[in-house]
């Protein structure tokens, strides 16, 4: 029995690092989303009619539908490459909090997919027709909606990764648990961009942020618990 | 007080003999009782005076609305108690009431449709009564696939219990996500009074 | 928590009720835990055991296992004392794996009771992985980093932050001549599986479950495996194989079990 053992916050950083340098060696899983976010934003405008009012009066749902389905498609590397070779196990009996590793990756995926999207949301925003005075309530809008897509978005990663068909299924799983986010995030990134108070939608978005950091990865370890069975 | 009598339930033999025995005489009076809802709601209660005789959907449609929204959380109770104390017959009993409610819950946003039409004017009005029940009906699809898309039977009961409980915290979430969505409008007025008094009379006339 | 209510008169309270009482509650407790949340706060006041103290024996009692409509394991009992190994030489589809993953808490035994040191491994999940490594017929090695790499993290999961010898581990193992840049994708698949091992030399565990510990490997590579084995039996370990292929190791401290219906 060795004396000592490595701290459960040392052993969640040393996750999260070789996760980030993971990313480093292989950056198409990350920049996959991020490409696909930023075309489809540029799609929108060529769709309809490129007339400015009209195009910021679409902004909000186009930003946010986007945001959801590119977070939707990071969210399928979450656990399945360390599912296939065998990590997840390893995590599960290293006699570390499992929630805890699993918080580290779902934290190390929302550095490498969700943050992107919020730095370039705002540009994104902006070739929608939003007036620069609401990019910092759009960016809010976006920080604390991904935060919470990546925490509930892991229960559903967690939920697939035995399941024989994954991307319909996943997102047949996660939108519905997502559709506040949504609602709430598009309405915050509409009253910013109509010079509005954008408060209320965002402390909602807040408590919503707030609430999946507290229970989601307890489901999200259930889960990917049960897969491993 | 002794509980063997009911513990005997939890072994799928036993209750499979029990239910195999009783399923017809319930599904008898299940029928006559239909048939007595149906008389009454039909013939006995007389027409509205606004609406004459379209109201009669409410007999088919607040029912299954309710009881979509009860066996859904039976379904979390259900997988709940599958989950904590590894009963297989709780976990047979949520994935009976997947179906179950799916159906009650596409007849009453049907019903709700056909009933929306000629008293709104409209089939679908983005109520947030509607829209989480549309949503109740999404969740009963993806519990549904979930089943079907992990072979592990073992596996598939678990993780869809899991899925039906955070499904049921959701519920509520998505409900309200939609009344303070309509509300929002008017930022941080949501709580006056006269907002919550508006809603309520709103909501007195959809039912 | 009944008798509470009722005032603590005892003859309002029948035994039986504040028995199922407890059982529930010592139910929800279970759950909890396996959410995670009362390691947690348990990790924080943990005294451990030093490491001269008692004897951390594995006790497996009538263990029944289900996989499906198939019941794998009926009553397995054995116990395995430290410095020995236990070779599984079962035939294919009888629950080799099974009882490893079941061992290492994967899966969940129906009934029985598994106890290591003498305490039962449910009361403390944690402290059991701690004592424990395992390696599956995945490797865990990430194809993208090096073989260096992939030891320094598996360390620093579960050993302390300090001077690893992380090299000395790969020299161990037949690996001293690799190109220390190379990703582990480009190794051979009996490379990485020496790999793997170098990580178990590394972890210290007082108990090694091994799932076809020697699959992929030459002959130079089993006498690998095997002085591992050694070297970790005489510093008092203990290891349960399950693997055919035959292994050159101390006959007096190691058992061969051809048949789950055989007493081990």
Redesign the interface.
């Known amino acids: 029995?060795?004396?000592?053992?490595?701290?459960?916050a040392?052993?969640a950083?040393?996750?999260l690092r070789?996760d980030l340098?993971?990313a480093v060696?292989?950056p198409g899983e990350w920049l996959q989303p991020l490409a696909f976010f930023v075309l489809v934003t540029v799609l929108f405008p060529l769709a309809v009619d490129p007339e400015p009012s009209r195009l910021r009066q679409l902004a909000p749902a186009a930003l946010w539908v986007t945001l959801l389905l590119s977070s939707l498609l990071a969210l399928e590397f979450l656990f399945r490459e360390d599912r296939?070779?065998?990590?997840l196990?390893?995590?599960?009996?290293?006699?570390?909090?499992?929630?805890?590793l699993l918080v580290a990756k779902t934290a190390t995926h929302w550095l490498l997919t969700g943050l992107p999207l919020v730095l370039v949301g705002p540009l994104a925003a902006l070739s929608l027709g939003a007036p620069p005075q609401a990019l910092p309530g759009v960016c809010v809008a976006l920080l604390l909606g991904s935060v919470s897509l990546s925490l509930i978005g892991a229960?559903g990663a967690g939920?697939?990764l035995?399941?024989?068909?994954g991307g319909a299924?996943l997102s047949?799983?996660v939108?519905?648990?997502v559709?506040?986010v949504l609602?709430?995030g598009a309405?915050a990134t509409q009253?910013a961009i109509a010079g509005?108070?954008a408060?209320?939608?965002l402390y909602?978005l807040a408590a919503?942020g707030a609430?999946s950091l507290t229970?989601a990865p307890?489901?999200a370890?259930?889960?990917v618990?049960?897969?491993?069975? | 007080m002794n509980w063997v009598w009911f513990h005997r339930f939890g072994s799928p033999p036993y209750f499979y003999r029990f239910a195999g025995r009783w399923a017809p005489w319930f599904l008898g009076i299940s029928l006559v009782l239909l048939a007595v809802g149906l008389y009454g709601g039909l013939v006995l209660a007389p027409a509205d005076y606004f609406q004459s005789d379209v109201y009669r959907i409410i007999f088919v449609h607040v029912p299954s609305a309710y009881l979509s929204l009860m066996t859904y959380t039976w379904m979390a109770i259900a997988a709940a108690v599958g989950l904590i104390w590894r009963i297989k017959i709780a976990h047979a009993v949520a994935a009976a009431c997947a179906p179950a409610g799916a159906s009650f819950t596409a007849v009453s946003l049907v019903t709700g449709m056909i009933w929306g039409q000629p008293t709104w004017g409209t089939y679908w009005a983005w109520d947030p009564r509607i829209v989480s029940q549309l949503f109740v009906l999404f969740f009963f699809l993806g519990y549904i696939a979930l089943r079907g898309a992990i072979d592990d039977r073992d596996r598939a009961d678990r993780a869809s219990a899991v899925l039906a409980i955070v499904g049921v915290i959701n519920v509520p979430i998505v409900h309200y996500s939609v009344d303070w969505w309509n509300s929002l409008h008017q930022g941080p007025t949501l709580m006056k009074s006269g907002g919550l008094r508006y809603r309520c009379r709103w909501r007195g006339h959809c039912w | 928590m009944v008798s509470a209510l009722l005032g603590h008169n005892p003859r309002l309270v029948p035994a039986r009720v504040t028995c199922s009482f407890k059982q529930a509650w010592a139910d929800v407790a279970k759950l909890v835990d396996a959410a995670d949340l009362k390691s947690a706060s348990r990790r924080g006041v943990r005294v451990r055991v030093p490491p001269s103290a008692p004897n951390l024996r594995l006790e497996v009692h009538k263990l029944h296992l289900w996989r499906g409509d198939r019941h794998l394991l009926r009553g397995l009992s054995f116990a395995l004392d430290p410095g020995s190994t236990l070779q599984l030489l079962w035939p294919n589809g009888t629950g080799k794996t099974s009882l490893l993953r079941c061992l290492a808490g994967f899966l969940h035994a129906e009934e029985g009771q598994i106890r290591w040191g003498g305490v039962s491994v449910r009361a403390d999940r944690d402290a059991f992985h701690w004592d424990m490594a395992y390696l599956g017929h995945d490797t865990a090695l990430k194809a993208d980093l090096t073989a260096l790499e992939n030891l320094r993290f598996a360390c620093a999961l579960r050993v302390p932050r300090g001077e690893v010898p992380l090299q000395a581990a790969l020299d161990s193992v037949g690996l001293s001549k690799i190109d220390p840049r190379q990703p582990v994708r480009s190794l051979s698949a009996g490379q990485q599986r020496r790999v793997a091992l170098a990580r178990l030399s590394l972890w210290d565990a007082k108990l090694w479950l091994l799932d076809e510990p020697a699959s992929n490997l030459d002959a130079a590579g089993q006498a690998v495996l095997e002085a591992l084995l050694k070297a970790h039996m005489e510093s008092g370990g203990a290891a349960i194989l399950a693997t055919h292929h035959a292994l050159a190791l101390p006959q007096a401290h190691c058992r061969l079990w051809q048949s789950p219906s055989d007493p081990a």
Request: net charge positive; hydrophobic share 55%.
């Open positions: 029995m060795s004396a000592s053992r490595a701290s459960t040392s052993a950083l040393a996750v070789r340098l993971l060696r292989r296939r070779d065998g990590t196990e390893q995590y599960l009996v290293s006699g570390q909090s499992f929630t805890a229960i939920l697939t035995g399941a024989r068909s299924l047949l799983l939108l519905p648990l559709m506040p609602v709430f309405r009253l509005d108070e408060a209320s939608a909602l919503i609430l229970l307890l489901a370890a259930a889960a618990r049960i897969s491993l069975e």
